[in-house]
Nanobody, 131 residues
Framework: QVQLVESGGGLAQAGGSLRLSCAAS????????LGWFRQAPGKEREFVAG???????????DYADSVKGRFTISRDNAKNTVYLQMNSLKPEDTATYYC?????????????????????WGQGTQVTVSS
């Protein structure tokens, strides 16, 4: 099973930017559907963004409505890393951010917004946005 380690979290002002990284070891991410989730205190973990496995007919990414147009998920297979570029940050983006992976051989495997779909998780990185 792949091990995932997030980094890049921290404190940002509203309107600012952060880039989160999720580095993988143990297995290549090529065959993984990858997702970013977040969890604020007292709330359930929620989907933020996801990207299909490499080699899909389209470099398909999906986003929660709350982050569309502000966040971008991408992957670098050479570095075995997935990123989440976060722009125009808002105080409501404050949360612990987790990357997650679902291994698949299916070229058409879709991104899922459900936490139970993903079997590999990182430990999380804290993002705090001040107003």
């Amino acid at each position: 099973q792949v091990q995932l380690v997030e980094s890049g979290g921290g404190l940002a002002q509203a309107g600012g930017s952060l880039r989160l990284s999720c580095a993988a070891s143990g297995r290549t991410l090529t065959n993984y559907v990858l997702g970013w989730f977040r969890q604020a205190p007292g709330k359930e973990r929620e989907f933020v963004a996801g990207i299909r496995r490499s080699g899909s007919s389209t470099d398909y990414a999906d986003y929660a409505d709350s982050v569309k147009g502000r966040f971008t998920i991408s992957r670098d297979n050479a570095k075995n890393t997935v990123y989440l570029q976060m722009n125009s940050l808002k105080p409501e983006d404050t949360a612990t951010y987790y990357c997650a992976g679902h291994w698949t051989t299916g070229w058409a495997a879709l991104v899922s917004t459900e936490t139970k779909y993903y079997e590999s998780w990182g430990q999380g990185t804290q993002v705090t946005v001040s107003s």
